[in-house]
Every structure is written in structure tokens, then in C-alpha cells.
């Protein structure tokens, strides 16, 4: 029944389409022309294969990460490590701004910035929550963190893993020669969050009151979700590959959850989209990668060395990481790079680690923040995210590739 001088009520169909999030047109959209490059033979039927295997093993991870952030979430975890940082900052918004960054920068160079994304995103959100303040400031913390603080050690990025290997460097030599670039990227974030996100014009007020100490709801869930993060971390620190560290703890969480709270457990809770969006861009890259993408890395990077050179692949890497995600951009990147060019390599890994801040698809770890903060209900202004990042994207990039230079 149509009410008086109404519209006719839109199909349940249409009216789901229009509660799509713009980035799930996007995921559906890249699935669809994945789909469609294999399908179709412009990726050969061998290298659609390679591609897929390739990618299974980032699919396991990220589809039991979120797993895992979502049942820590649920049972507490978050809120207590939230409280228990606001209370060390005894009221003081610098001092709580400092040990942000330095909780992000930590857990980013130690362990992973996909890690900082997945685990430290609810913690600054529910810290959020406590102190009554704006979420944004310390949304983009983390997720400006989480990129910009991966440059120090291989396990902080996978992008380092595979320049460490290229270049033949150790992990303590290449933590020597990576040192300076690391502090002037925190260094330019550091700056930037502070004057855009978290003076006293944009939080608000001068103090905050410290909140009282939380107790979980479920102390057996809370116990076994903190064991699962505690797990997932060890895992990662021991050298297991990420995936199989995720989801044998991502498994603990979702048995401790099967006896205590079995209603929890939903089909919801597996990032679908975010599972075809990673699938769908890696079959896309390759595909232009044969059609043109890896002449114009070339053409990017050009043939000279020096300053100008170390600029341009790390304007190169950061461009690229935006246009495609930093992944593939390294590779590409990689591949037009003569052997034995350490600088022009470090600079290109600067461009893909610092730089990818732009699109929310540049790195997995703003891909995976991005659906935290949809999680949390935090609608993130994409305008403004855009126009900040990209000033952090550039001024970062240059100030480490110029420490970069001062160091060779």
C-alpha cells in the first residue's frame, strides 16, 4: 500500500544499492573487471593462476585479522588497553598525543603496520569514546602511523622484506641506513597531526578527566581474546608466516566464542569486500602490468641516478602506490630498477611505504583501517582525508628521501 501523496516504496534491492558505501561499488567493481581480464584472456589463463596463488595467502591473512579485531572488540579488549592509556596521560592532551604516536610508531615498526591497522584502530576509537573527544584525531594517528612508521625494520612492511632481500642487507644494516628516513617521516606526521587534527582549536577543550578503570564484561572472553592478539603477535615476532599466525589466533578467539557466545558468531564478521577488492586490484595490476604499466615504471623512473634520481623513485613509488596499492607499485617498481642501485631502491621503497596515504586503496593497512572505522560507525570524511593525506604523502616522502640522501 502506497501512502497518500507518497512514492512508491523502492524495491528491497535498489534500496540496498543505495546504502552501498562508495568503496563497496569500488570492491564490486574491481572484482567484476578482475572477473572479466581472466575471463577474457588479456591476463593468460598461466599468469591468472600465478596471480591467485600468490594472493591466497594475503587473503587468509586479512579475512582472519578482521576476524580477530572484531571478537576483540566485542570482548573488551580495546576499552581496557583505551582506559588504561588515558589514565597514563593524567589529563594532558599533549601528553596523550605523544604516547599515541609512540603506541603507533611501536607497534608499526615492531610488528607490522597491517597489525597497528587491525589491532590499534578500536583502541583508539574506544579511547575516543572514553574521553568524550572527537574520533578523528586519533583515527588518523593511527592510520597515518601505520604507513609513514614502516620504514625501520623488514618485518614493518612486506615492501622491506622484499627490498632487504634485493639489496642484501641485514636486518641491522638495513635498520642503520633506514634510521634517519624513519625519524624525519614521524618527524613531518608528527607535525601535521598536530596542527590539523589535534590543537586545541580542533579537540575542543585543554583537558581532559582521566576515566576510571574498566573491567570486562566476560572475563573468560576477555582473557582468551587478549591470548588470541598476544598469540598473533608472537607469531609474527618468531618469523611464522602472517597468515598462518592470524589464523591460528583468529581459530583460539572463535572457539573461546563458539562455548561463551555462540550468537556472536556471524557471517558478517568475514570482510567480504574487502576480500574481493584485494583480489580483484592484484588480477587488475598484473593485467595492465602486461598492457603498458611497466613501460610507463620505467618511463617514471628514468635513467639517471643522483639526487634527481633518488627523488623521482621515491615520487615514483609514492604515485604509483596511489594509482594501484603499494604492493604491486614496489614490485613494478622493483623490476625497472638496474641491480645494485641501493639508493634509487631505498628511495622507491620510501615512495611506497610513506606515500600511499591518498586513495584508501594504496595499502592494505588504510584499506583494513577504513573498515575498522566503518566497524566503529566512524564515517570518514573522504574530502578532507584526501586533501590532508596528500600533504602528508608529499612532505613526508621528500623529508625522508632527503634523509635518505644524507645517508648514502
Request: hydrophobic fraction near 55%; proline fraction near 7%; aromatic fraction near 6%.
Amino acid at each position: 500500500m502506497i501512502p497518500d501523496g507518497g512514492e512508491p516504496p523502492a524495491p528491497a534491492g535498489r534500496a540496498r544499492l543505495r546504502r552501498l558505501h562508495p568503496l563497496d561499488g569500488v570492491a564490486l567493481g574491481l572484482a567484476l573487471l578482475g572477473a572479466a581480464c581472466a575471463l577474457t584472456g588479456l591476463l593468460p589463463r598461466a599468469e591468472t593462476a600465478a596471480t591467485l596463488a600468490r594472493v591466497l595467502p594475503l587473503l587468509l591473512f586479512l579475512g582472519t585479522v578482521v576476524v580477530l579485531a572484531e571478537l576483540t572488540a566485542v570482548a573488551g579488549v580495546f576499552d581496557v588497553l583505551a582506559t588504561r592509556l588515558a589514565i597514563a596521560a593524567r589529563g594532558s592532551y599533549p601528553a596523550l598525543f605523544v604516547l599515541c604516536v609512540g603506541f603507533a610508531s611501536v607497534t608499526t615498526i615492531a610488528l607490522n603496520l597491517d597489525t597497528t591497522a587491525v589491532l590499534l584502530t578500536p583502541v583508539m576509537l574506544a579511547l575516543a569514546r572514553r574521553l568524550g573527544m572527537p574520533p578523528l584525531p586519533l583515527a588518523m594517528t593511527t592510520v597515518w602511523l601505520a604507513n609513514t612508521a614502516s620504514l625501520l625494520l623488514p618485518v614493518s612492511n612486506l615492501t622491506n622484506l622484499l627490498a632487504a632481500d634485493r639489496v642484501g642487507l641485514d636486518p641491522l644494516p638495513y635498520a642503520a641506513r633506514m634510521a634517519l628516513p624513519q625519524l624525519a617521516a614521524i618527524g613531518v606526521t608528527m607535525a601535521l597531526l598536530w596542527a590539523g587534527y589535534w590543537r586545541r582549536g580542533r579537540r575542543g577543550s585543554a583537558r581532559f578527566v582521566a576515566p576510571e578503570r574498566s573491567a570486562p564484561v566476560d572475563r573468560v572472553l576477555y582473557r582468551t581474546a587478549l591470548a588470541g592478539c598476544l598469540l598473533f603477535v608472537a607469531g609474527i615476532l618468531a618469523g611464522v608466516e602472517i597468515g598462518i599466525a592470524s589464523a591460528v589466533a583468529a581459530g583460539l578467539v572463535l572457539a573461546g566464542f563458539a562455548v561463551r557466545s555462540r550468537a556472536t558468531l556471524r557471517p558478517t564478521l568475514v570482510p567480504w569486500r574487502l576480500l574481493l577488492f584485494v583480489t580483484g586490484l592484484f588480477l587488475v595490476v598484473q593485467t595492465l602490468g602486461r598492457h603498458g604499466l611497466d613501460d610507463l615504471v620505467g618511463v617514471l623512473l628514468g635513467p639517471d641516478g643522483g639526487t634527481l634520481g633518488a627523488l623521482r623513485a621515491g615520487g615514483t613509488g609514492a604515485l604509483l602506490a596511489n594509482m594501484v596499492n603499494n604492493l604491486p607499485a614496489y614490485v613494478a617498481g622493483e623490476a625497472a630498477l638496474p641491480p645494485g642501485d641501493v639508493t634509487r631502491l631505498l628511495a622507491l621503497l620510501v615512495g611506497t611505504n610513506v606515500g600511499p596515504l591518498v586513495a584508501p586503496w594504496a595499502s592494505l593497512a588504510t584499506l583494513l583501517w577504513y573498515e575498522r572505522c566503518r566497524a566503529a560507525g566512524l564515517a570518514v570524511p573522504l574530502g578532507r582525508f584526501v586533501a590532508a593525506s596528500a600533504v602528508l604523502a608529499v612532505t613526508a616522502t621528500l623529508a625522508a628521501v632527503g634523509a635518505l640522501l644524507l645517508t648514502g
